[in-house]
């Protein structure tokens, strides 16, 4: 089977890199506002439709624009409310955008949802906007998990530590498919192990990037570079949830 994919807040396309990875996923269309962003999108992803504004997107839109409705809407939505390194207006902030997130995951249904944020999402106004969007996707008939990844527990050479949260609408998950947090030790064994045996991340085309290791040791990169890689989430990370549920569904087959 070949899920459907709607990559919201793309970024640089991570979501649709990772998910793609597996084999079994396609991106339908994409959505982001960011100028060099779509270009990068534009450029692995030719012909597919890129979506400037979220709040455009509605199932009328997408039909009327020949873009098939999907299996799994992924989104790393704004995390400026919500970061510590920002103002921490949190739901107060006009660009607060999980609602319209929501909107869309409500009129299209999908299967699967995979949200990313920042750590501190579950600490922000007492826990009240993490427990929102749990909340709203409960409301509507999924089962939610949530992990705390770090970028390194996948082998990236830097933590970055994100909160990843993996909705269905079918109870899919299972014990054996679940993903698991790592702990710090964890963390740095399997980096070193990967490490050693891959002869450090392979990022295929998307070499000609910068990496985040160069950039916080003070090698120069153009603005928006830095901007895209700040905003994008880690694709190995998406590839790993995305064989989970993979296998979720072939358990769920088996029935």
């Not at 949190?90 to 249904?109: A, C, N, Q, V, Y």
């Not at 969007?133 to 008939?141: I, S």
Request: aromatic letters at 8%; a neutral charge; glycine letters at 12%.
């Amino acid at each position: 089977m070949t899920f459907k994919l709607l990559d919201l807040f793309s970024g640089l396309g991570g979501f649709s890199l990772g998910l793609e990875r597996t084999g079994c996923f396609q991106t339908v269309a994409f959505c982001d506002n960011d100028k060099y962003s779509k270009l990068i999108i534009n450029k692995h992803w030719k012909g597919k439709k890129v979506y400037e504004d979220v709040r455009e997107i509605t199932k009328q839109r997408l039909k009327a624009d020949g873009v098939q409705l999907p299996d799994i809407i992924t989104g790393g939505f704004p995390c400026q409310p919500f970061s510590v390194a920002g103002k921490q207006k949190g739901t107060s902030d006009d660009r607060h955008l999980w609602p319209e997130m929501f909107r869309i995951i409500k009129e299209l249904t999908p299967r699967w949802v995979i949200g990313e944020n920042v750590k501190g999402l579950t600490n922000i106004q007492d826990g009240v906007v993490f427990e929102t969007v749990c909340t709203d996707l409960e409301g509507e008939g999924y089962e939610v998990r949530a992990f705390n990844i770090p970028a390194a527990g996948v082998g990236a050479p830097h933590r970055r530590e994100r909160l990843w949260i993996v909705a269905n609408s079918r109870r899919a998950l299972r014990q054996g498919t679940e993903l698991r947090e790592t702990n710090e030790d964890e963390t740095r064994e399997g980096y070193a192990d990967q490490h050693q045996r891959s002869g450090g991340i392979s990022w295929g085309s998307w070499q000609f990037e910068p990496n985040v290791g160069r950039v916080a040791h003070g090698v120069s990169g153009r603005v928006h570079r830095l901007k895209g890689l700040g905003n994008s989430i880690v694709p190995q990370i998406a590839e790993e949830i995305g064989k989970a549920i993979i296998e979720a569904e072939r358990l769920n087959e088996m029935e």
